[in-house]
Nanobody, 122 residues
């Protein structure tokens, strides 16, 4: 499975960005997908995850500001990010499939994209 992200960039605090991820290769609609992020010197953390039924999970820091969605027919994953803050600055990674049943732990993720940079200035 190949995952490719797009949509990163630089915005001012309070701005919005939309990240997209396209999956290719052998894909299944039954796997979970997620967005992770990693800032310099910090561990990779789950931002939002979505399972095959469309149930979603969000990190507390982004609840109410970010929205994850997927289109199984197009094998795409999206992350709508609103009211961005400087602390959202990080490399954002698309992720798919997990050994642990849900895509909320980096250690279990089977497939990763290359990442797209999001920079929020104050």
């Amino acid at each position: 499975v190949h995952l490719e992200e797009s949509g990163g960039g630089s915005v001012q605090s309070g701005g919005s960005l939309r990240l997209s991820c396209t999956a290719s290769g052998y894909t299944r609609s039954t796997y979970c997908m997620a967005w992770f992020r990693q800032a310099p010197g910090k561990e990779r953390e789950a931002v939002a995850a979505i399972d095959s039924d469309g149930d979603t999970t969000y990190a507390d820091s982004v609840k109410g500001r970010f929205t994850i969605s997927r289109d199984n027919g197009k094998n795409t994953l999206s992350l709508e990010m609103n009211n961005l803050k400087p602390e959202d600055t990080a490399m954002y990674f698309c992720a798919a499939e997990s050994l642990f049943g849900g895509c909320t732990k980096a250690a279990g993720i089977q497939y990763w994209g290359q990442g797209t940079q999001v920079t929020v200035s104050s």
